[in-house]
């Protein structure tokens, strides 16, 4: 059972970034790992799948913007997309908005943020 966190998007954020640094100076069994992010705030279903083996899932539209916003930082260079949603409720100082795109399956443009100091999280670095 999740727990429940008044500054999920801020600790989700502050993870994210400390995930991004550690594969930047870390090795994994002696391989380097290339790693893009994409976080969003919203509802989700979760639950558990599988016959005797169970895997925990999570199913809805926040899952699938997080996913495409993963997938976007190729496209805009950066590591870490971060969703207006999460932005908001993160209430963090140091996000910065990268674009303002078309998601596919949703009207209109939204914007998307990094952390400040996006060279630090552009990808290839």
């Known amino acids: 059972m999740p727990i429940a966190d008044q500054n999920h998007a801020g600790r989700t954020i502050e993870c994210a970034r400390k995930i991004l640094q550690t594969a930047d100076t870390e090795t994994f069994g002696g391989t380097e790992l ?6 969003n705030t919203g509802s989700v279903i979760a639950g558990n799948v599988g016959g005797g083996r169970q ?17 976007m930082n ?11 949603s999460t932005a908001l409720a993160a209430g963090r100082d140091d996000l910065t908005e990268v674009a303002r795109v078309q998601v596919r399956g949703l009207s ?3 914007p998307v943020f990094t952390v400040l100091a996006p060279h630090a999280l552009a990808a290839g670095d």
């Open 34 to 39: 290339s790693l893009r992010i994409g976080i």
């Open 55 to 71: 895997n925990s899932t999570v199913h809805g539209d926040a899952v699938n913007l997080a996913a495409r916003l993963e997938s």
């Open 74 to 84: 190729k496209e805009l260079g950066t590591r870490l997309l971060i969703s207006e």
């Open 108 to 110: 209109g443009e939204r």
